[in-house]
Nanobody, 129 residues
Framework: QVQLAESGGGLVQAGDSLRLSCAAS????????TGWFRQAPGKEREFVAA???????YYADSVKGRFTISRDNAKNTASLQMNSLEPGDTAVYYC???????????????????????WGQGTQVAVSS
C-alpha cells in the first residue's frame, strides 16, 4: 500500500506561482498513475492533472498552459508546478495514486477519481486577487 503526503500549499496573490509536492512511501509511483485533484469550497472535487507510467501528462482545460505535472522516480515524488495562479484556483489540492497500471493510460482513466486507490490528506492553496 502506498501512502501519500502533500506539501507546498499556501496563500499567494494572483499571478504568483506555487509548487506542490507529493511524497510517496510504501510503494513506487513509477508503476502507477499519479494524479492531482482539487476541491474548492462548496464544490465537488475535480481533476487537475495526471501523469501515467509512460510519462504521458494530462491536464484539465482550466489549468492547461499554466500548470505542469512531473514525477521524480529517484525521489519517489510527484510535483505540480502552478504558474499564473488565479483566484479560481483556490482549493484544497489532493495527490492520488492508482493501483499498479498498464504502461499507457488513457484520459478517461486518469481523469476518473474512481481510478485512484490512495489519496493524500490535501494541502490548501489560496489565491487572492
Amino acid at each position: 500500500q502506498v501512502q501519500l503526503a502533500e506539501s507546498g500549499g499556501g496563500l499567494v496573490q494572483a499571478g504568483d506561482s506555487l509548487r506542490l509536492s507529493c511524497a510517496a512511501s510504501g510503494r513506487t509511483l513509477s508503476d502507477r498513475v499519479t494524479g492531482w485533484f482539487r476541491q474548492a469550497p462548496g464544490k465537488e472535487r475535480e481533476f487537475v492533472a495526471a501523469i501515467s507510467r509512460a510519462g504521458e501528462k494530462y491536464y484539465a482545460d482550466s489549468v492547461k498552459g499554466r500548470f505542469t505535472i512531473s514525477r521524480d522516480n529517484a525521489k519517489n515524488t510527484a510535483s505540480l508546478q502552478m504558474n499564473s495562479l488565479e483566484p479560481g484556483d483556490t482549493a484544497v489540492y489532493y495527490c492520488a495514486a492508482s493501483p499498479r497500471t498498464a504502461f499507457f493510460a488513457g484520459r478517461d482513466y486518469v481523469t476518473s477519481q474512481s481510478s485512484y486507490a490512495t489519496w493524500g490528506q490535501g494541502t490548501q492553496v489560496a489565491v487572492s486577487s
